[in-house]
């Protein structure tokens, strides 16, 4: 009988422990399984991804991220195109399969802008410096998480949104419950009122890891809509 209250008692420690975890320690532990070492501040790397999409040929993109230089640079390949795009403290370059003088027609029809160039710097920075740019100001962390099971796994699951200078969708980050480590995002699309559209958006499917400079990123990204789960891509890290 000692043995089943013991028992007992340790489980209702255990529960209480889960029930006053929130959001910002869940992410606290997620940051520190992706980047113990405390290296995304001074991130210097390149990073080489493999685009597939459905009845297309894959892009071959080459990505270097430097930020204490502020410098971003990208070159994407895809059959006989080559685009480069660079910012270097804020100047913007745009090369088309090497030339660099670009006249407006070539720029206009090859979808070529300064506008392009800081958002694909916005959104490879983004991505692969998740977790940690949830600590990002304008990101605001919903205090309390959720249990969620998504594929027949369960998850800790935090909320984020943003300042309306930031951005305008919702976020949902999914982590291992004992690892801490992230396995999936899902955004969803705002209405007007700032209403989330329930048949909006994505989820992104995370498999495998990879190191780059003692961060552990995800080397497989499998990208899908939340209204039917239709395929859209995967991005893999080289």
Known sequence: MKKVIVFASFLVIISS?????????????AIAYHDPESEWPSFNGTLNVTMETPKQTNRESEIIINLPEDYFYVKAVRDTLKTEYTLDKGKCTIALNGKTELSKSELFS??????????YSNYYTYLYGLPM?????????ESEYEIKTFKGKEYLVIKATYDETVGSDIWYFYFDPETYAMEIYQFFKTDESGNMIDDSGEYILLTDETIVSNIKMPK?????????????GTDTLN
């Open 17 to 29: 422990c889960q029930n006053t975890l929130t959001s910002e320690q869940i992410l606290e532990n």
């Open 133 to 141: 740019k949830l600590k990002d100001p304008g990101t605001n962390i």
């Open 220 to 232: 497989v990204r499998a990208w899908y809509y939340n209204k039917d789960d239709g395929y859209l």
């Open 110 to 119: 090859n979808g070529l802008t300064c506008d392009r160039a800081k958002m």
